[in-house]
Every structure is written in structure tokens, then in C-alpha cells.
């Protein structure tokens, strides 16, 4: 069974902390996204990557970064957490050309405090 | 800069109705998706719409693809509690990526 699995499910951090949410698949997909779901604005898109070392903004990469040193891996980085950035984080990943959508990992629910 | 908007935000419906979601968004696409998710899951992918015209179904649920209107449709037929849930399209972008819209939250009562 295919599968993309986020390290924490739950996480609580205090603000101005540094904060790592991991990513892993094994489906040996190019592209990694991580999105974050508020509600009543869906899923917005942080950043992507399309290979080892490569990372492409989104629509919402301010306050954040991200790390892709192998393929199978894809980090979020929090450099300095605030109580705006309390979420819902979703990663997803697709082959190359996405035209069969993404699969997701079950999420990780950040509190910052 | 690709727009998706999704409605109705909320609806709640009786078991055995009709209705039908909409998902409009504002430049040339040609792959729409649409996922479900229920309530502290994750997103499970539904239907794949690569081309005008595409109609999918399974069970209770068709979507549709208007490319040339940039209008995707969830209809659910003879809605059963066990379709609550949130409905979220999703419309393909360049470089692979794709954009959400704000979901569909969906009640079905008895």
C-alpha cells in the first residue's frame, strides 16, 4: 500500500520555536507539496519541489522554508513559529506530470502557543 | 493567477435528495479533481477529469468538466448519510501543482 506519512500527527509548540513537520513517501514520486487547511480557505499551497534540492514557492511561503535532500523526503520548517501559523499542514505527492492527482499524508495538526 | 471557487460552502440535505456542487475557476485548465475528506482525515481522491467534456461516476456521485466555461460539477444523486463529508475540487496549475478550492461541507439527515 502506497503511502505518504507525517512524523507527528499532533504538536504543540511555543511561539518562536523552531519547528520541523517531515514528510516522507515511498512511491518514489518526483513532486512533493505541502499545503496548509484553514477553514473556509481549503488548502493553500506552501511550497513544492520537483526533485532532490530543488523547492518552488507557493502562494504562502512567508514565514516558512523547506528541505528536500533526498527524494523520498520532503521537510517544513517553521523558522520562528507564531499563533497565525497554528494549522492543519498537509503534505501530498504525484509523479512527474500529476495527471492523476496527488496522494496525501494524514496531516499534521500544529498548535503554537 | 489560477482562482478556484467552490460552492455551496455548506449544505445539509435530506437522505434521498439531489444536488449538485459547483467548482469554477479562472484560467485555462485541463485536469480538475476532486476529493473527499472526512472529518480529522485526510484527503482521499475521487475523480480524475482530464478533458472536456469528462463525466465520472461512482455510486451516488458524477462529476463533470466544462473546460470551455472553466466549470467542474459534483452532482450527488439520492444523497445517504454516509456521503457527509467535505467535498474539496481541485484545478491542475503549471508545473504539476494545483489549487484548492474552500470545500464543500456536507450534512445528509435523515
Known amino acids: 500500500d502506497v503511502k505518504v506519512t507525517q512524523s507527528s500527527r499532533y504538536l504543540v509548540k511555543r511561539t518562536g520555536e523552531k519547528v520541523f513537520l517531515e514528510c516522507v513517501q515511498d512511491?518514489?514520486?518526483?513532486?512533493m507539496f505541502w499545503y496548509r487547511q484553514d477553514p473556509g480557505l481549503g488548502l493553500r499551497l506552501i511550497y513544492f519541489?520537483?526533485?532532490?534540492?530543488?523547492?518552488e514557492k507557493g502562494d504562502i511561503p512567508e514565514g516558512y522554508s523547506v528541505s528536500r535532500e533526498k527524494k523520498e523526503r520532503f521537510s517544513l520548517i517553521l523558522e520562528s513559529a507564531s499563533t497565525n501559523q497554528t494549522s492543519m499542514y498537509l503534505c501530498a505527492s504525484s509523479v512527474g506530470t500529476a495527471f492523476y492527482g496527488y496522494t496525501f499524508g494524514s496531516g499534521t495538526r500544529l498548535t503554537v502557543v | 493567477e489560477l482562482k478556484v471557487e467552490q460552492n455551496p460552502l455548506f449544505l445539509s440535505m435530506q437522505e434521498g435528495k439531489n444536488y449538485t456542487i459547483y467548482c469554477n475557476y479562472s484560467?485555462?485548465?485541463?485536469?480538475l479533481y476532486w476529493y473527499r475528506q472526512d472529518p480529522g482525515k485526510s484527503l482521499e481522491s475521487l475523480f480524475v477529469l482530464l478533458s472536456n467534456g469528462a463525466v465520472k461516476q461512482e455510486g451516488r456521485l458524477m462529476a463533470s468538466l466544462d473546460t470551455k466555461a472553466r466549470l467542474s460539477t459534483l452532482h450527488i444523486t439520492a444523497a445517504v448519510h454516509d456521503l457527509s463529508a467535505t467535498y474539496f475540487c481541485?484545478?491542475?496549475?503549471?508545473?504539476?501543482?494545483?489549487?484548492f478550492g474552500a470545500g464543500t461541507r456536507l450534512t445528509v439527515k435523515p
Open positions: 519541489s520537483y526533485d532532490v534540492k530543488m523547492k
Open positions: 481541485a484545478v491542475g496549475n503549471n508545473n504539476n501543482d494545483m489549487r
Open positions: 484560467t485555462t485548465s485541463d485536469r
Open positions: 512511491m518514489d514520486h518526483e513532486n
